[in-house]
């Protein structure tokens, strides 16, 4: 009943409504729009777009992860215990991440199969979407367009890598990493440093903006590993390279895979061989397989095998990363060790 004095009219009723979808249109209207574009131009998406969507999902992540981080509100939680007990961590950088980078991607390009690490029950969906400009660094790099059917895509983000680092404010080892996976192979990554600024991107088969070292150590290489998610890492490297390898713990799976490139300016660990021995998720290590493969590098189970970004996240195989090193070598070395092992 309307208040007294007060007559809800007909035509009131339509003119009141009328208004409120036209807010609701304004508000959304970039999504709307981008998902009738989708509907009309079939199921096609250009790769360069991709990179340029990815590099922008990112730092748009990035910036939150920064944000949540120096005004201290991080609001940490614990999402159970990993396989080798340790706490998985989840904070408001995390969700927050979460949001920008899953969302400017979907509301882009909504025929595509997004898989985050995250996932936000709140509600709070982000309306913004990417406007399609591709940055110039990208254009003179990535020269040509190439289009491939939407439903050979899969996109794998981490909204934020090494939170357990992130919750100690050791900042060096945090990133956010979009990967982009066809027909379940790795064809873009990108891995951003949102506290320095710095992204690292590329394209397989197009090149990128980050290179690789002079010289690689094969003789004594040193090997970087998770310093939070370890398992028997150490005695496993031992074992396999000699008790004599220098091993480094390091917070991140794409920290670990920028420690074998040359990524400009950037401060990080020098290593040769990046070894990871137990479970890890395909969105930690999809950009780095990317960026690695499009330099020319590797990335592989510790039995040479070649890992399918479709399907489950799992990865149960362990890990072995190289560049500019005899692989299959390194394999024989880890995948002999690994039967040893029982793995």
């Known amino acids: 009943m309307a208040p007294m004095g007060i007559r809800l009219s007909p035509l009131g009723v339509v003119v009141f409504c009328l208004l409120g979808l036209g807010v609701i249109y304004h508000l959304y209207s970039g999504v709307i729009s981008n998902r009738l574009a989708a509907f009309k131009q079939g199921k096609t998406v250009d790769l360069r777009e991709l990179l340029a969507l990815s590099v922008e999902a990112a730092v748009q992540g990035g910036r939150e992860v920064k944000r949540i981080r120096e005004d201290n509100t991080l609001e940490e939680k614990s999402k159970g215990k990993t396989k080798e007990g340790a706490s998985e961590k989840l904070t408001l950088g995390d969700l927050y991440s979460h949001r920008k980078m899953f969302h400017l ?129 150490k005695e496993f490297v031992g074992t396999a390279l000699g008790n004599d390898t220098v091993v480094i713990p390091a917070g991140g799976a794409g920290y670990k895979v920028l420690a074998l490139l040359d990524p400009s300016d950037e401060k990080y660990d020098k290593a040769d061989i990046y070894i990871h021995v137990t479970f890890i998720k395909k969105w930690d290590i999809c950009a780095g397989n990317a960026i690695l493969k499009a330099l020319g590098g590797h990335m592989t189970t510790l039995r040479g095998e070649e890992i399918d970004y479709r399907g489950s996240p799992a990865n149960t195989g362990g890990l072995l990363a190289s560049i500019n090193m005899d692989h299959k070598a390194l394999v024989e070395k880890l995948s002999s060790t690994d039967k040893e092992k029982g793995r």
């Not at 192979?185 to 394209?203: D, L, N, Q, R, S």
């Open 105 to 233: 991607m979907t509301n882009t390009f909504p025929f595509l199969q997004v898989n985050s690490e995250e996932h936000d029950d709140t509600g709070d969906a982000e309306t913004s979407v990417w406007n399609h400009v591709i940055p110039s660094d990208i254009r003179q790099e990535v020269t040509a367009s190439r289009e491939v059917p939407a439903e050979s895509v899969t996109v794998w983000i981490d909204p934020l890598d090494a939170t357990q680092e992130y919750t100690e404010n050791l900042r060096q080892y945090v990133t956010t990493m979009v990967c982009v996976a066809v027909n379940g192979e790795p064809v873009i990554g990108v891995i951003h440093k949102p506290f320095t600024g710095y992204t690292a991107w590329a394209m397989v088969g197009a090149g990128g903006n980050v290179g690789t070292r002079d010289s690689y150590n094969e003789k004594s290489p040193q090997v970087i590993v998770s310093r939070s998610h370890a398992g028997k890492v």
